[in-house]
């Protein structure tokens, strides 16, 4: 059974650097891409981007490139999402998803990021 | 980008009566290949979102029949032929035919 376990819920201030993981496990991790989901109530679903576990390749939707770091490594079947520098914008709910072509075929469970002074 | 619009925003629903939701998008979705690149997902109340329906028309694993879509290029309509109880969440459409992936507002279904 394919299971994705993300890493728990982070508070920070404004300017603090943050990185959150996600491990894949029931499937060969090299295969599929991961991609990550942003909630907020404002904005809604937002697709932030994808990385290929296989050589750690991102692509990144235009509204969060530059601002986030996507990578992944296989050998701990991991993939991560990092930030140098939140803003308070950046709170939310973070999943990623376990992509089969573009279709999310499953979701990790969440991680709730507040970004506060 | 590609936008796509849901409605209704809300949809009160009675169990065992069918119910529609509506996806419009900006730009056709229908592939040279004859498929439609839209996914719908359902988001149940304190759970992640999970794949409803992909690629058109195709169920996902698990997903009961009473689920379909109709629909193709632009306009779409999951259809629910008889709502259960446990039917109750946020439903969201998402384009998958061109990145950046994009994502409707949500239609949430209730129980009246």
């Known amino acids: 059974e394919v299971h994705l376990v993300q890493s728990g819920a982070e508070v920070k201030q404004p300017g603090e650097s943050l990185t959150i993981s996600c491990q894949g496990s029931g499937y060969s991790f090299s295969t599929y891409s991961i991609g990550w989901v942003r909630q907020t109530p404002g904005t809604g679903l937002q697709w932030m981007g994808r990385v290929d576990p296989y050589d750690s390749h991102p692509n990144y939707s235009p509204s969060f490139e530059g601002h986030v770091t996507m990578s992944a490594d296989k050998t701990l079947s991991t993939a991560f999402l990092q930030w140098k520098s939140l803003r308070s914008s950046d709170s939310g709910v973070y999943y990623c998803?376990?992509?089969?072509?573009?279709?999310?075929?499953?979701w990790g469970q969440g991680t709730l990021v507040t970004v506060s002074s | 980008d590609i936008v796509l619009t849901q409605s209704p925003v809300s949809l009160p629903v009675t169990p065992g009566e069918p119910a529609s939701i509506s996806c419009r998008s900006s730009q056709s979705l229908l592939h040279s290949n004859g498929i439609d690149y839209l996914d719908w997902y359902v988001q149940k109340p304190g759970q992640s979102p999970q794949l409803l329906i992909y690629?058109?028309?195709s169920r996902a694993s698990g997903v009961p029949d009473r689920f379909s879509v109709s629909g193709s290029g632009t306009d779409f309509t999951l259809k629910i032929s008889r709502v259960a109880a446990e039917d109750v969440g946020v439903f969201y459409c998402m384009q998958t035919l061109q990145l950046p992936l994009t994502f409707g507002g949500g239609t949430r279904v209730d129980i009246k």
């Open positions: 690629l058109g028309s």
């Open positions: 998803t376990r992509m089969d072509g573009h279709s999310s075929e499953n």
